[in-house]
């Protein structure tokens, strides 16, 4: 009895020894960390609403964590000590998609759409795509898209604050044509450029190699000129090739 009872005096031991590691309650390996957003790379107009995802690095098993921070200038989160990956970007714009499955993976990229709007061409989105570029998909215009990213986000006791300066991902093109005839008699009016990148990487904070077109809105300035802007992502960097862009113009008339 007395073997008997000394192996159950083990049994339990061991048994509340592996619920309390599975089910544990001591909290002294959290740190309260302060993320601060220095914004002096581009200072926004409006200061948007900041997201911070920290993705685990290979060696740590650990749940993706995820903060919104509604002050600009940032704020805490408390974290288990570790080592993270960490993206901050703002996530307060429209026709945005984000993909964060892996820190080398995460991406950010815009919504497919028609090259002409139906409500421009009275119902009509069937129009040719820009020449050479029939193969790539069509992509709204990106909102402001700010972010920042850090390979290496270190949580413990002697890295409690981290600074991290977000900067604007997007460009802005601006397009003017003048000489245009007969523009008394165009009900429908818009355009698209092709070439231009269709995603940028949140780890290196680049334009990808996946090209796209992107539509524009234009409008009438003046008795011969047209013009409008857009927003995009840019253009991929690539040394072999320099990438050719085409900008159609769609108009119909009247008649």
């Known amino acids: ?60 098993q650990r749940d993706r964590v995820e903060q919104a921070f509604d002050d600009p200038a940032g704020g805490h989160i408390v974290l288990s000590q570790g080592r993270y990956h960490a993206l901050a970007f703002n996530r307060d714009g429209d026709g945005i998609e984000l993909y964060l499955d892996s820190y080398d993976g995460a991406y950010v990229t815009t919504s497919t759409t ?16 820009p020449s050479g570029s029939e193969g790539h998909s069509v992509r709204q215009q990106p909102s402001l898209f700010y972010a920042d990213t850090c390979s290496l986000f270190t949580v413990d006791m002697n890295h409690t604050s981290y600074l ?33 990148s269709a995603a940028v990487s949140l780890s290196r904070l680049e334009p990808l190699e996946e090209l796209c077109i992107v539509p524009m809105a234009v409008e009438r300035i003046g008795s011969g000129t047209i013009g409008g802007s857009m927003l995009t992502f840019g253009r991929r960097v690539n040394e072999q090739q320099e990438e050719q862009h085409t900008l159609t113009i769609y108009t119909m008339l009247d008649d």
């Open 1 to 60: 009895m007395k073997w008997i009872s000394w192996i159950l005096w083990i049994a339990a031991a061991w048994m509340a020894a592996a619920c309390h590691k599975e089910l544990c309650y001591d909290h002294s390996h959290e740190t309260t960390m302060e993320v601060r957003f220095d914004w002096s790379l581009n200072p926004p107009e409006e200061s948007p609403s900041m997201h911070l995802a920290l993705l685990p690095t290979g060696e740590e």
């Open 164 to 196: 991290m300066r977000p900067k604007l991902l997007v460009d802005t093109i601006d397009v003017r044509v003048e000489g245009v005839k007969n523009l008394d008699y165009v009900v429908g009016l818009s355009a698209a450029i092709s070439g231009l």
């Open 114 to 129: 028609d090259v002409v709007s139906a409500s421009t061409f009275f119902g009509t989105k069937a129009a040719p795509l």
